[in-house]
């Protein structure tokens, strides 16, 4: 059994706008049922043009999926085409106040469902100005993984937009990688074409390991710099209080200590930053 916030359980268990909008403005449709999720989000434009005033939608998923497109489909609903845009399905996440990681694919399916949605808007209604998606670099429309049939565009715009460094967390997000395996190397080079390294053999010596002390220092330095200068910007703060091997303990401070939102700064902004500039072992923990 998964750990679901109680919000999770609430939007899933008493889903929002579930249905159709027979005249709808703009129609997404993501996912395929053969490979066991599907979404298709329905908006409802204002006379002004700007606003959308309904969104409703209907998804063949499992419990987060349903709990993501009734939170995206409330999130939507009131707000301007032009504020709309700028959702990400991270924003879906901390609305639910976090999902399991393994289940982020469900709110990244949510987020592209309304890209879908804005292309279509903005094919049907050229009047409207609608802030349509940047359409992949050219190559980048390529399928990577044919069991779920991500393309590698996909899986760049979800490493960037959400800190990614491993391909478990690819897969975690996107599902590629999770059937056969097979393009699991293609994954890890997109990641690390992203993150700057080099990959495969040919490439450039790989860095000398760090010592013990050396990795210290560089995570004291990441946190002083980096991660408590973010947290503080939102009113929060952090303490590190342990270093073991690559587990490394935190206490959240200020307004980040209790938040429902927690487990989901520790993860997705102190552990991605400690990845991404330290180690891609690196995990960290919580000191309540
Ligand atoms: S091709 Fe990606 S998991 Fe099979």
Redesign the pocket.
Known sequence: MWDYTEKVMDFFLHPRNVGEIKDADGVGEVGNIVCGDAMKLYLKIAPDGKTIVDAKFQTFGCASAIASASALTEMLKGKTLEDAAKLTNQDIADFLGDLPEEKMHCSVMGSEAFQAALKDLAKKRPDLNVPVPTTPEEGEDRVV????NVTEAEIRNVVKTNHLTTVEQVTYYTK????????KDDIQKILDDILGKKSGDGGEAAPKPLTNLQKIALIQDVFDSIIRPGLKADGGDAELIDINGDQVVVKLTGKCAGCASALQTLKHWVEAKLREKVSAAINVVEQK
């Open positions: 993984c044919q069991c779920f590629a990688g999770g059937g056969c395996g097979g393009c």
